[in-house]
């Protein structure tokens, strides 16, 4: 019996060991705030803390919600939230990013560098920010949290939300998502973080 009461411990240790947004609600998130219907033929994906694996894409769930997961305008103040509990595995680099081809190619709108989910001495478990006034409107953006971890193993974080912009640009440039300890792409050592 005291096996099993360890081994299940374990399991829901490690059902926690990694951070995942809620909201905006991410791809087929179980926990997400707000989360439209999932598409037919997907499924929820309890896996949504995990970092992406080696061999799963950008975004890791390819096809989007029929319906936004939230609706924006240019210049807006967003809030940005990441579940409960967790390991931030002492901070690191997290990007937030929009893209407008449908998760080709992302452009920053706001990062936290070394010392992402931590603030002094307590623990964020959320993010709030403008976005840029010179956006322009889509009802198909993608927005992306992507988070490189400080410690531990060297991994990459990412969920992806359908979300729809208002504005008025024609265009929006900027600062290339960084996308690093994934296949094909190059490893960050460990580094300080918090």
Known sequence: MLIRFASIAALAASAMAHM???SPCPRYSPQGENCPAVPAGQSLDYSMSSP?????PLCKHTTPFATPSATWSAGQSVTVKFAPGGAPHGGGHCQFSLSYDGGKTFVVVHEELEHCF?????????YTFNLPSNLPSSDKAVFAWTWVNAVGNREFYMNCADVAIKGTSSSY???EVTIANHNGYPTIPEFSGN
Do not use: H, Y
């Open 20 to 22: 995942d947004m809620i």
């Open 173 to 175: 440039t900027g600062k």
């Open 52 to 56: 992406l694996g080696a061999s799963e």
């Open 118 to 126: 931590f603030n002094g001495a307590a623990d964020v478990r959320q």
